[in-house]
């Protein structure tokens, strides 16, 4: 076959890229085959790209294909990437079918751009095996070094097939990384923060060991010398997001401005989450107004952002605003705009979104959305409600649901849906010490201490240890972590100092402590010693010594806030002159003058 160089002028070129249907394209076939250009292999790949992109079933391009004598391998790569742009399961089948002919050919061999496109289409679930088989098939047929793009296909592949640990294996054998085998890498831990975090909004702390790795791996990649990206810095954005480091994404979003890098959607959406969670909802909406397109993606972090820090009204408006300039919600705006209803109590609001999901958008409800349902009735005390739509969901519930059903119970003192949920989370998750910990609590507040110490032995016996409350708190862009009744700081002996005159100042401002949570039956002077040594009044303690008097303190704690720390916290930040801002497992509080903004419902 003969061929013409892509950087030809010839007026075919244009034609080619000009067709928007299927019909102007046949055209332009037949002037090809009557000028003879049809047998030139570059404009024979422009046009086998161009039908593959129109057709909606690709045949006309396979029909020219097929018409093809002795097609190249080049051909057979052109075919194949752009059959995959349209990302469907059948356009798969079609791709590894055309893999599979070049196989049969004597005289054809597999080459460095026959596999980025197929390890991109067997990148979920249902094609690991056919992915792990193209995998033996590059160690067969490719001599190392691989080409960098193959390794980066690779990486990606195993990623988004959950097999992060060996993406991690892969990247590092590779000599000298390029920047799409770092992109690769550091995408690969955050595409994995992202299936927990879409799947838990409750929930972002279990992520944090991947967000670490994301900021250790960007270093070595600025040590190495080679310049991030937009991609990188996505990586980048989303794990300081995850940990709460508002130091880190504050320069990550300085390197963007600095080197001149795009604001595209990608790198706005994550600059959005990284100030929303770590409470500077403020610069997050300022990033959110400043970009200059804004898609759905863009709308569900900023939704998000509003429903953590219980501004749900807010939220509904944003949603509204979304509609207005014609932005199609998806599964994910869906659960999103849920959340924000569930945390300010909108029940009959929060429920309208779920019906209309089927009805006005034609998206299928996903186990995520009625995990939100049920936290939706739960929060609002309808447990009864909150059970019956467990019972009767479609799927399998999974941990997070009944986790959300006990918490639900926990709060509103429903012992029966507690021991209930409880049993079914046992079989689910018999190693997770905070399902034992919230039913223990419901019989610690209403007495039942044999119940308790039979929930104790039975942790015990199951070797399951009680996951330890902690707080870091910023102070200058370092994070000082505390555990409950943390010792270990070096200012200890001055952070219990301020403890004490803490404690002294909240009883004379009348406050008792709520003791009910305590899981222990002692005596209530020591319930109260054990509450008043909780991580974040450690973390508060240390911050109103280390941090300047106008500065708000910002804590981040892996569990939900207690009963009697929330209140002292709104009565610490009255009597100290201080804003608080503590994100705990599900949600943010804005402590100030003796509020929160939760308004007492979380």
């Known amino acids: 076959m003969n061929t013409l160089s ?29 000028t003879g250009l049809i047998f030139h292999t570059y404009p024979l790949s422009r046009i086998l790209i161009s039908s593959s992109t129109i057709d909606a079933t690709i045949s006309y391009a396979l029909s020219i294909f097929n018409h093809v004598t002795n097609p190249t391998i080049f051909l057979f790569n052109t075919l194949i990437s752009s059959s995959l742009s349209r990302k469907k399961d059948d ?59 193959v390794q980066a296909s690779l990486l990606n592949f195993y990623s988004k097939c959950g097999e992060l640990g060996v993406s991690r294996f892969l990247f590092d054998q590779i000599t000298g990384p390029d920047l799409a085998s770092w992109n690769s890498i550091l995408a690969a831990y955050a595409h994995n923060y992202f299936v927990y975090y879409e799947s838990n909004l409750d929930s972002v702390y279990d992520s944090s060991s991947l967000s670490l790795e994301v900021l250790l791996l960007f270093r070595q990649m600025q040590k190495s010398l080679t310049c991030p990206n937009e991609v990188s810095l996505v990586a980048l954005i989303s794990a300081c997001a995850d940990l709460g480091a508002l130091s880190q994404g504050i320069w990550a979003h300085s390197y963007v401005l600095r080197n001149g890098l795009k604001l595209n959607r990608y790198v706005g959406a994550a600059l959005i989450a990284v100030y929303a969670n770590c409470g500077r909802l403020d610069f997050a909406r300022q990033v959110f107004d400043q970009l200059l397109e804004r898609d759905t993606y863009c709308y569900n972090a900023m939704i998000r952002g509003l429903a953590v820090h219980g501004l749900g009204l807010e939220a509904l408006e944003l949603f509204n605003k979304m509609d207005l300039e014609g932005l199609v919600p998806d599964d ?22 779920f019906e209309s999901m089927k009805e006005d958008y034609g998206i299928e409800p996903k186990l995520e959305h009625y995990g939100t349902l049920v936290d939706l009735f739960g929060r609002a005390g309808r447990v009864k409600e909150a059970e019956e739509i467990v019972q009767t969901i479609p799927m399998k519930p999974n941990a997070v649901i009944w986790r959300s059903l006990l918490g639900a119970a926990r709060i509103h003192g429903n012992l029966e849906v507690g021991e209930s949920a409880l049993k079914q989370l046992i079989q689910l998750e018999p190693k997770t010490s905070g399902n034992y910990v919230l039913l223990s609590n419901m019989y610690a ?33 370092a994070m000082h972590e505390f555990l409950i009744g943390d010792k270990t700081h070096p200012e200890a002996k001055w952070i219990y100092v301020k403890l004490d005159e803490m404690h002294r100042r909240l009883q004379e401002h009348g406050h008792k ?52 720390c929330h209140t002292a916290t709104k009565l610490i930040s009255m009597i100290y002159e201080r804003e608080i801002i503590v994100r705990d497992r599900s949600r943010f509080h804005h402590f100030r003058n003796g509020t929160c903004s939760c308004l007492d419902y979380w």
């Not at 300010?344 to 429920?351: E, I, N, W």
């Not at 507040?445 to 910023?474: C, E, F, Q, T, Y």
Request: contains cysteine; glycine residues 4%.
């Open 332 to 353: 994910v705006t869906m659960l999103v705009i849920m959340c924000a209803c569930s945390n300010v109590g909108l029940v009959d609001q929060g429920c309208k979104f």
């Open 91 to 149: 356009q798969t089948h079609f791709a590894l079918a055309l893999y599979n002919r070049i196989l049969m050919q004597t005289t054809l061999i597999p080459n460095s751009y026959t596999y980025p496109s197929l390890f991109k289409a067997c990148s979920s679930q249902p094609w690991l095996q056919h992915g792990r088989a193209l995998h033996t098939h590059v160690l067969k047929f490719l001599e190392p070094p691989y080409d960098h793009f």
């Open 513 to 564: 402590s709520g003791t009910r949570e305590v899981l222990f039956d002692i005596e209530e002077e020591e319930k109260e010693n054990a509450l008043t040594y909780h991580s974040e009044r450690l973390a508060i303690a240390y911050a109103l010594i280390a941090s300047d008097s106008g500065a708000p303190i910002r804590i981040i704690k892996n569990l939900r806030v207690c009963t009697d």
């Open 445 to 477: 507040s209403v007495n039942r201490w044999d119940d308790v110490k039979h929930l104790r032995k039975l942790m015990k016996d199951h070797g399951i240890d009680k996951a330890p409350g902690s707080s870091i708190v910023d102070i200058d862009g």
């Open 6 to 34: 892509p950087k030809s002028a010839h007026p075919i070129f244009k034609l080619i890229e000009q067709c928007k249907n299927i019909a102007t394209l046949k055209q332009v076939h037949a002037q090809m085959i009557t």
